[in-house]
């Protein structure tokens, strides 16, 4: 028999997981590691997943979110959500126009009946915000002394006393 060439054995690092762990959190391929250790890209993935480390789509994921346009105030985002639920709506709409089958003007229904939820909600949440500045403003109103309750006449009323004490005091 001849001598067989047999292909150059690629020495294998023991499995480190806790090395893979923090390979895994940067950008290197997965093959890569994968081949570094023996390893296949589905065992790493499965691994990562059993022990809860951050994959790299939810990273992904997390960027795109951090970098998304949109505001996260609550006001912007009531108004984003209700013209997502007219448009929606709009859309339903539409369908509901068109003939089609009970199935699908059922499910359009239940959509409603979601969306109305929804809206209920999105009023909820209105009041509560326009409660809660109210409530700020009263309350930034009695640490100013600006007491709303008192009239213009209280005022000059209160003025008028308060300069008949400085002229008495400044007589004396």
Do not use: F
Not at 2 to 27: F, G, M
Not at 52 to 76: F, M
Not at 133 to 149: V, Y
């Amino acid at each position: 028999m001849p001598d067989s060439v047999l292909p150059e054995t690629i020495e294998l690092k023991p499995v480190d997981w806790a090395r893979i762990a923090q390979v895994y959190q940067t950008e290197e391929k997965l093959a890569v590691i994968a081949s570094e250790y023996g390893l296949t890209v589905q065992k790493i993935v499965a691994h990562a997943q059993r022990e809860g480390w951050l994959l790299r789509y939810e990273r992904q994921q997390a960027t795109k979110q951090k970098r998304s346009p949109g505001s996260t105030d609550p006001a912007t985002l009531r108004k984003r959500l209700t013209a997502l639920v007219e448009r929606q709506i709009a859309e339903i709409e539409g369908r509901l126009a068109e003939a089609g089958e009970s199935r699908d003007h059922e499910r359009d229904a239940r959509t409603l009946s979601n969306l109305t939820r929804t809206l209920d909600k999105l009023i909820e949440l209105k009041r509560a915000a326009a409660a809660e500045r109210a409530e700020a403003k009263r309350i930034r109103e009695e640490a100013s002394g600006n007491d709303s309750a008192k009239t213009d006449d209280a005022l000059r009323h209160d003025l008028a006393r308060r300069l008949a004490r400085i002229a008495a005091a400044s007589t004396n």
